[in-house]
């Protein structure tokens, strides 16, 4: 159980593009959902916390703009990564929880090439 | 604040041989603790986790943690490595008092484990 999601894999596409990743919690429903941003060898940083039905909450140094968060449903939420530019290569994250005090539970990670 | 440390970068370890992935945090109230595995290109997969009860904690593949409050420490444990073992490891708190379920990570710890 606790399975979550994540479309696409690999993405790879010119600078300029918009390029939007879903995520999904395939077995339960997910009322919070985290966009995490890991660089080479390091750890994840926290992007924002996706919340059904409002609006995300955005870690200090991240771009609203720039990274469209949206929880449309108890299982979806997805991330825009807009007019993206080479520095926004990255692989990103997703994550979702169970229950208050239960793990996060994390998807497979998207590649993202911006050429 | 909260904050997660993984003094190690790396752990190299034959395999048979028990292995010990260190860990220490600081949270403002009472920790809840996290362990995951992270394969090449892909998600965190969860291993164990502490709450409340027994310090010392049993969870997949055979890892265990101990909990140890004095130390702020929760060392991620296995008795016999096993070459499969191989991957980057990391501690995660959150803090007890957080409703948003917010994980600080370390930096992870890279486990090597040699045939």
């Known amino acids: 159980g606790a399975v979550v999601s994540q479309h696409p894999s690999w993405v790879i596409c010119k600078s300029g593009t918009s390029v939007k990743i879903e995520c999904r919690s395939l077995d339960f429903q997910a009322t919070t959902m985290f966009w995490y941003r890991q660089f080479p060898k390091q750890s994840l940083m926290l992007m924002a916390t996706?919340?059904?039905?409002?609006?995300?909450?955005?870690e200090q140094g991240v771009e609203k703009d720039k990274f469209l968060i949206n929880h449309a449903s108890l299982t979806l939420s997805t991330l825009t990564v807009t007019s993206a530019h080479p520095e926004d290569s990255s692989f990103y994250i997703c994550?979702?929880?169970?229950?208050?005090?239960?793990?996060?539970?994390f998807g497979d990670g998207t590649r993202l090439s911006i050429l | 604040a909260q904050s997660v440390a993984q003094p190690e970068d790396q752990v190299n370890v034959a395999e048979g041989n028990p292995l010990t992935v260190k860990c220490t945090y600081s949270?403002?109230?009472?920790?809840?603790l996290f362990w995951y595995v992270q394969y090449p290109n892909r998600g965190l997969q969860f291993l164990l986790k502490?709450?409340?009860?027994?310090?010392l904690v049993k969870g997949s593949y055979g890892f265990e943690a101990e909990f140890n409050k004095s130390q702020t420490s929760f060392h991620l444990k296995k008795p016999s490595a096993l070459v499969s073992d191989s991957a980057l490891y990391f501690c995660?708190?959150?803090?007890?008092?957080?409703?948003?379920?917010?994980?600080?990570f370390g930096s992870g710890t890279k486990l090597n484990v040699k045939p």
């Open positions: 994550s979702a929880r169970t229950g208050d005090y239960q793990p996060q539970h």
């Open positions: 502490y709450i409340t009860g027994d310090n």
């Open positions: 996706s919340n059904e039905g409002s609006k995300a909450t955005y």
């Open positions: 949270v403002s109230g009472n920790p809840y």
């Open positions: 995660a708190v959150r803090d007890w008092w957080d409703n948003f379920n917010k994980f600080y």
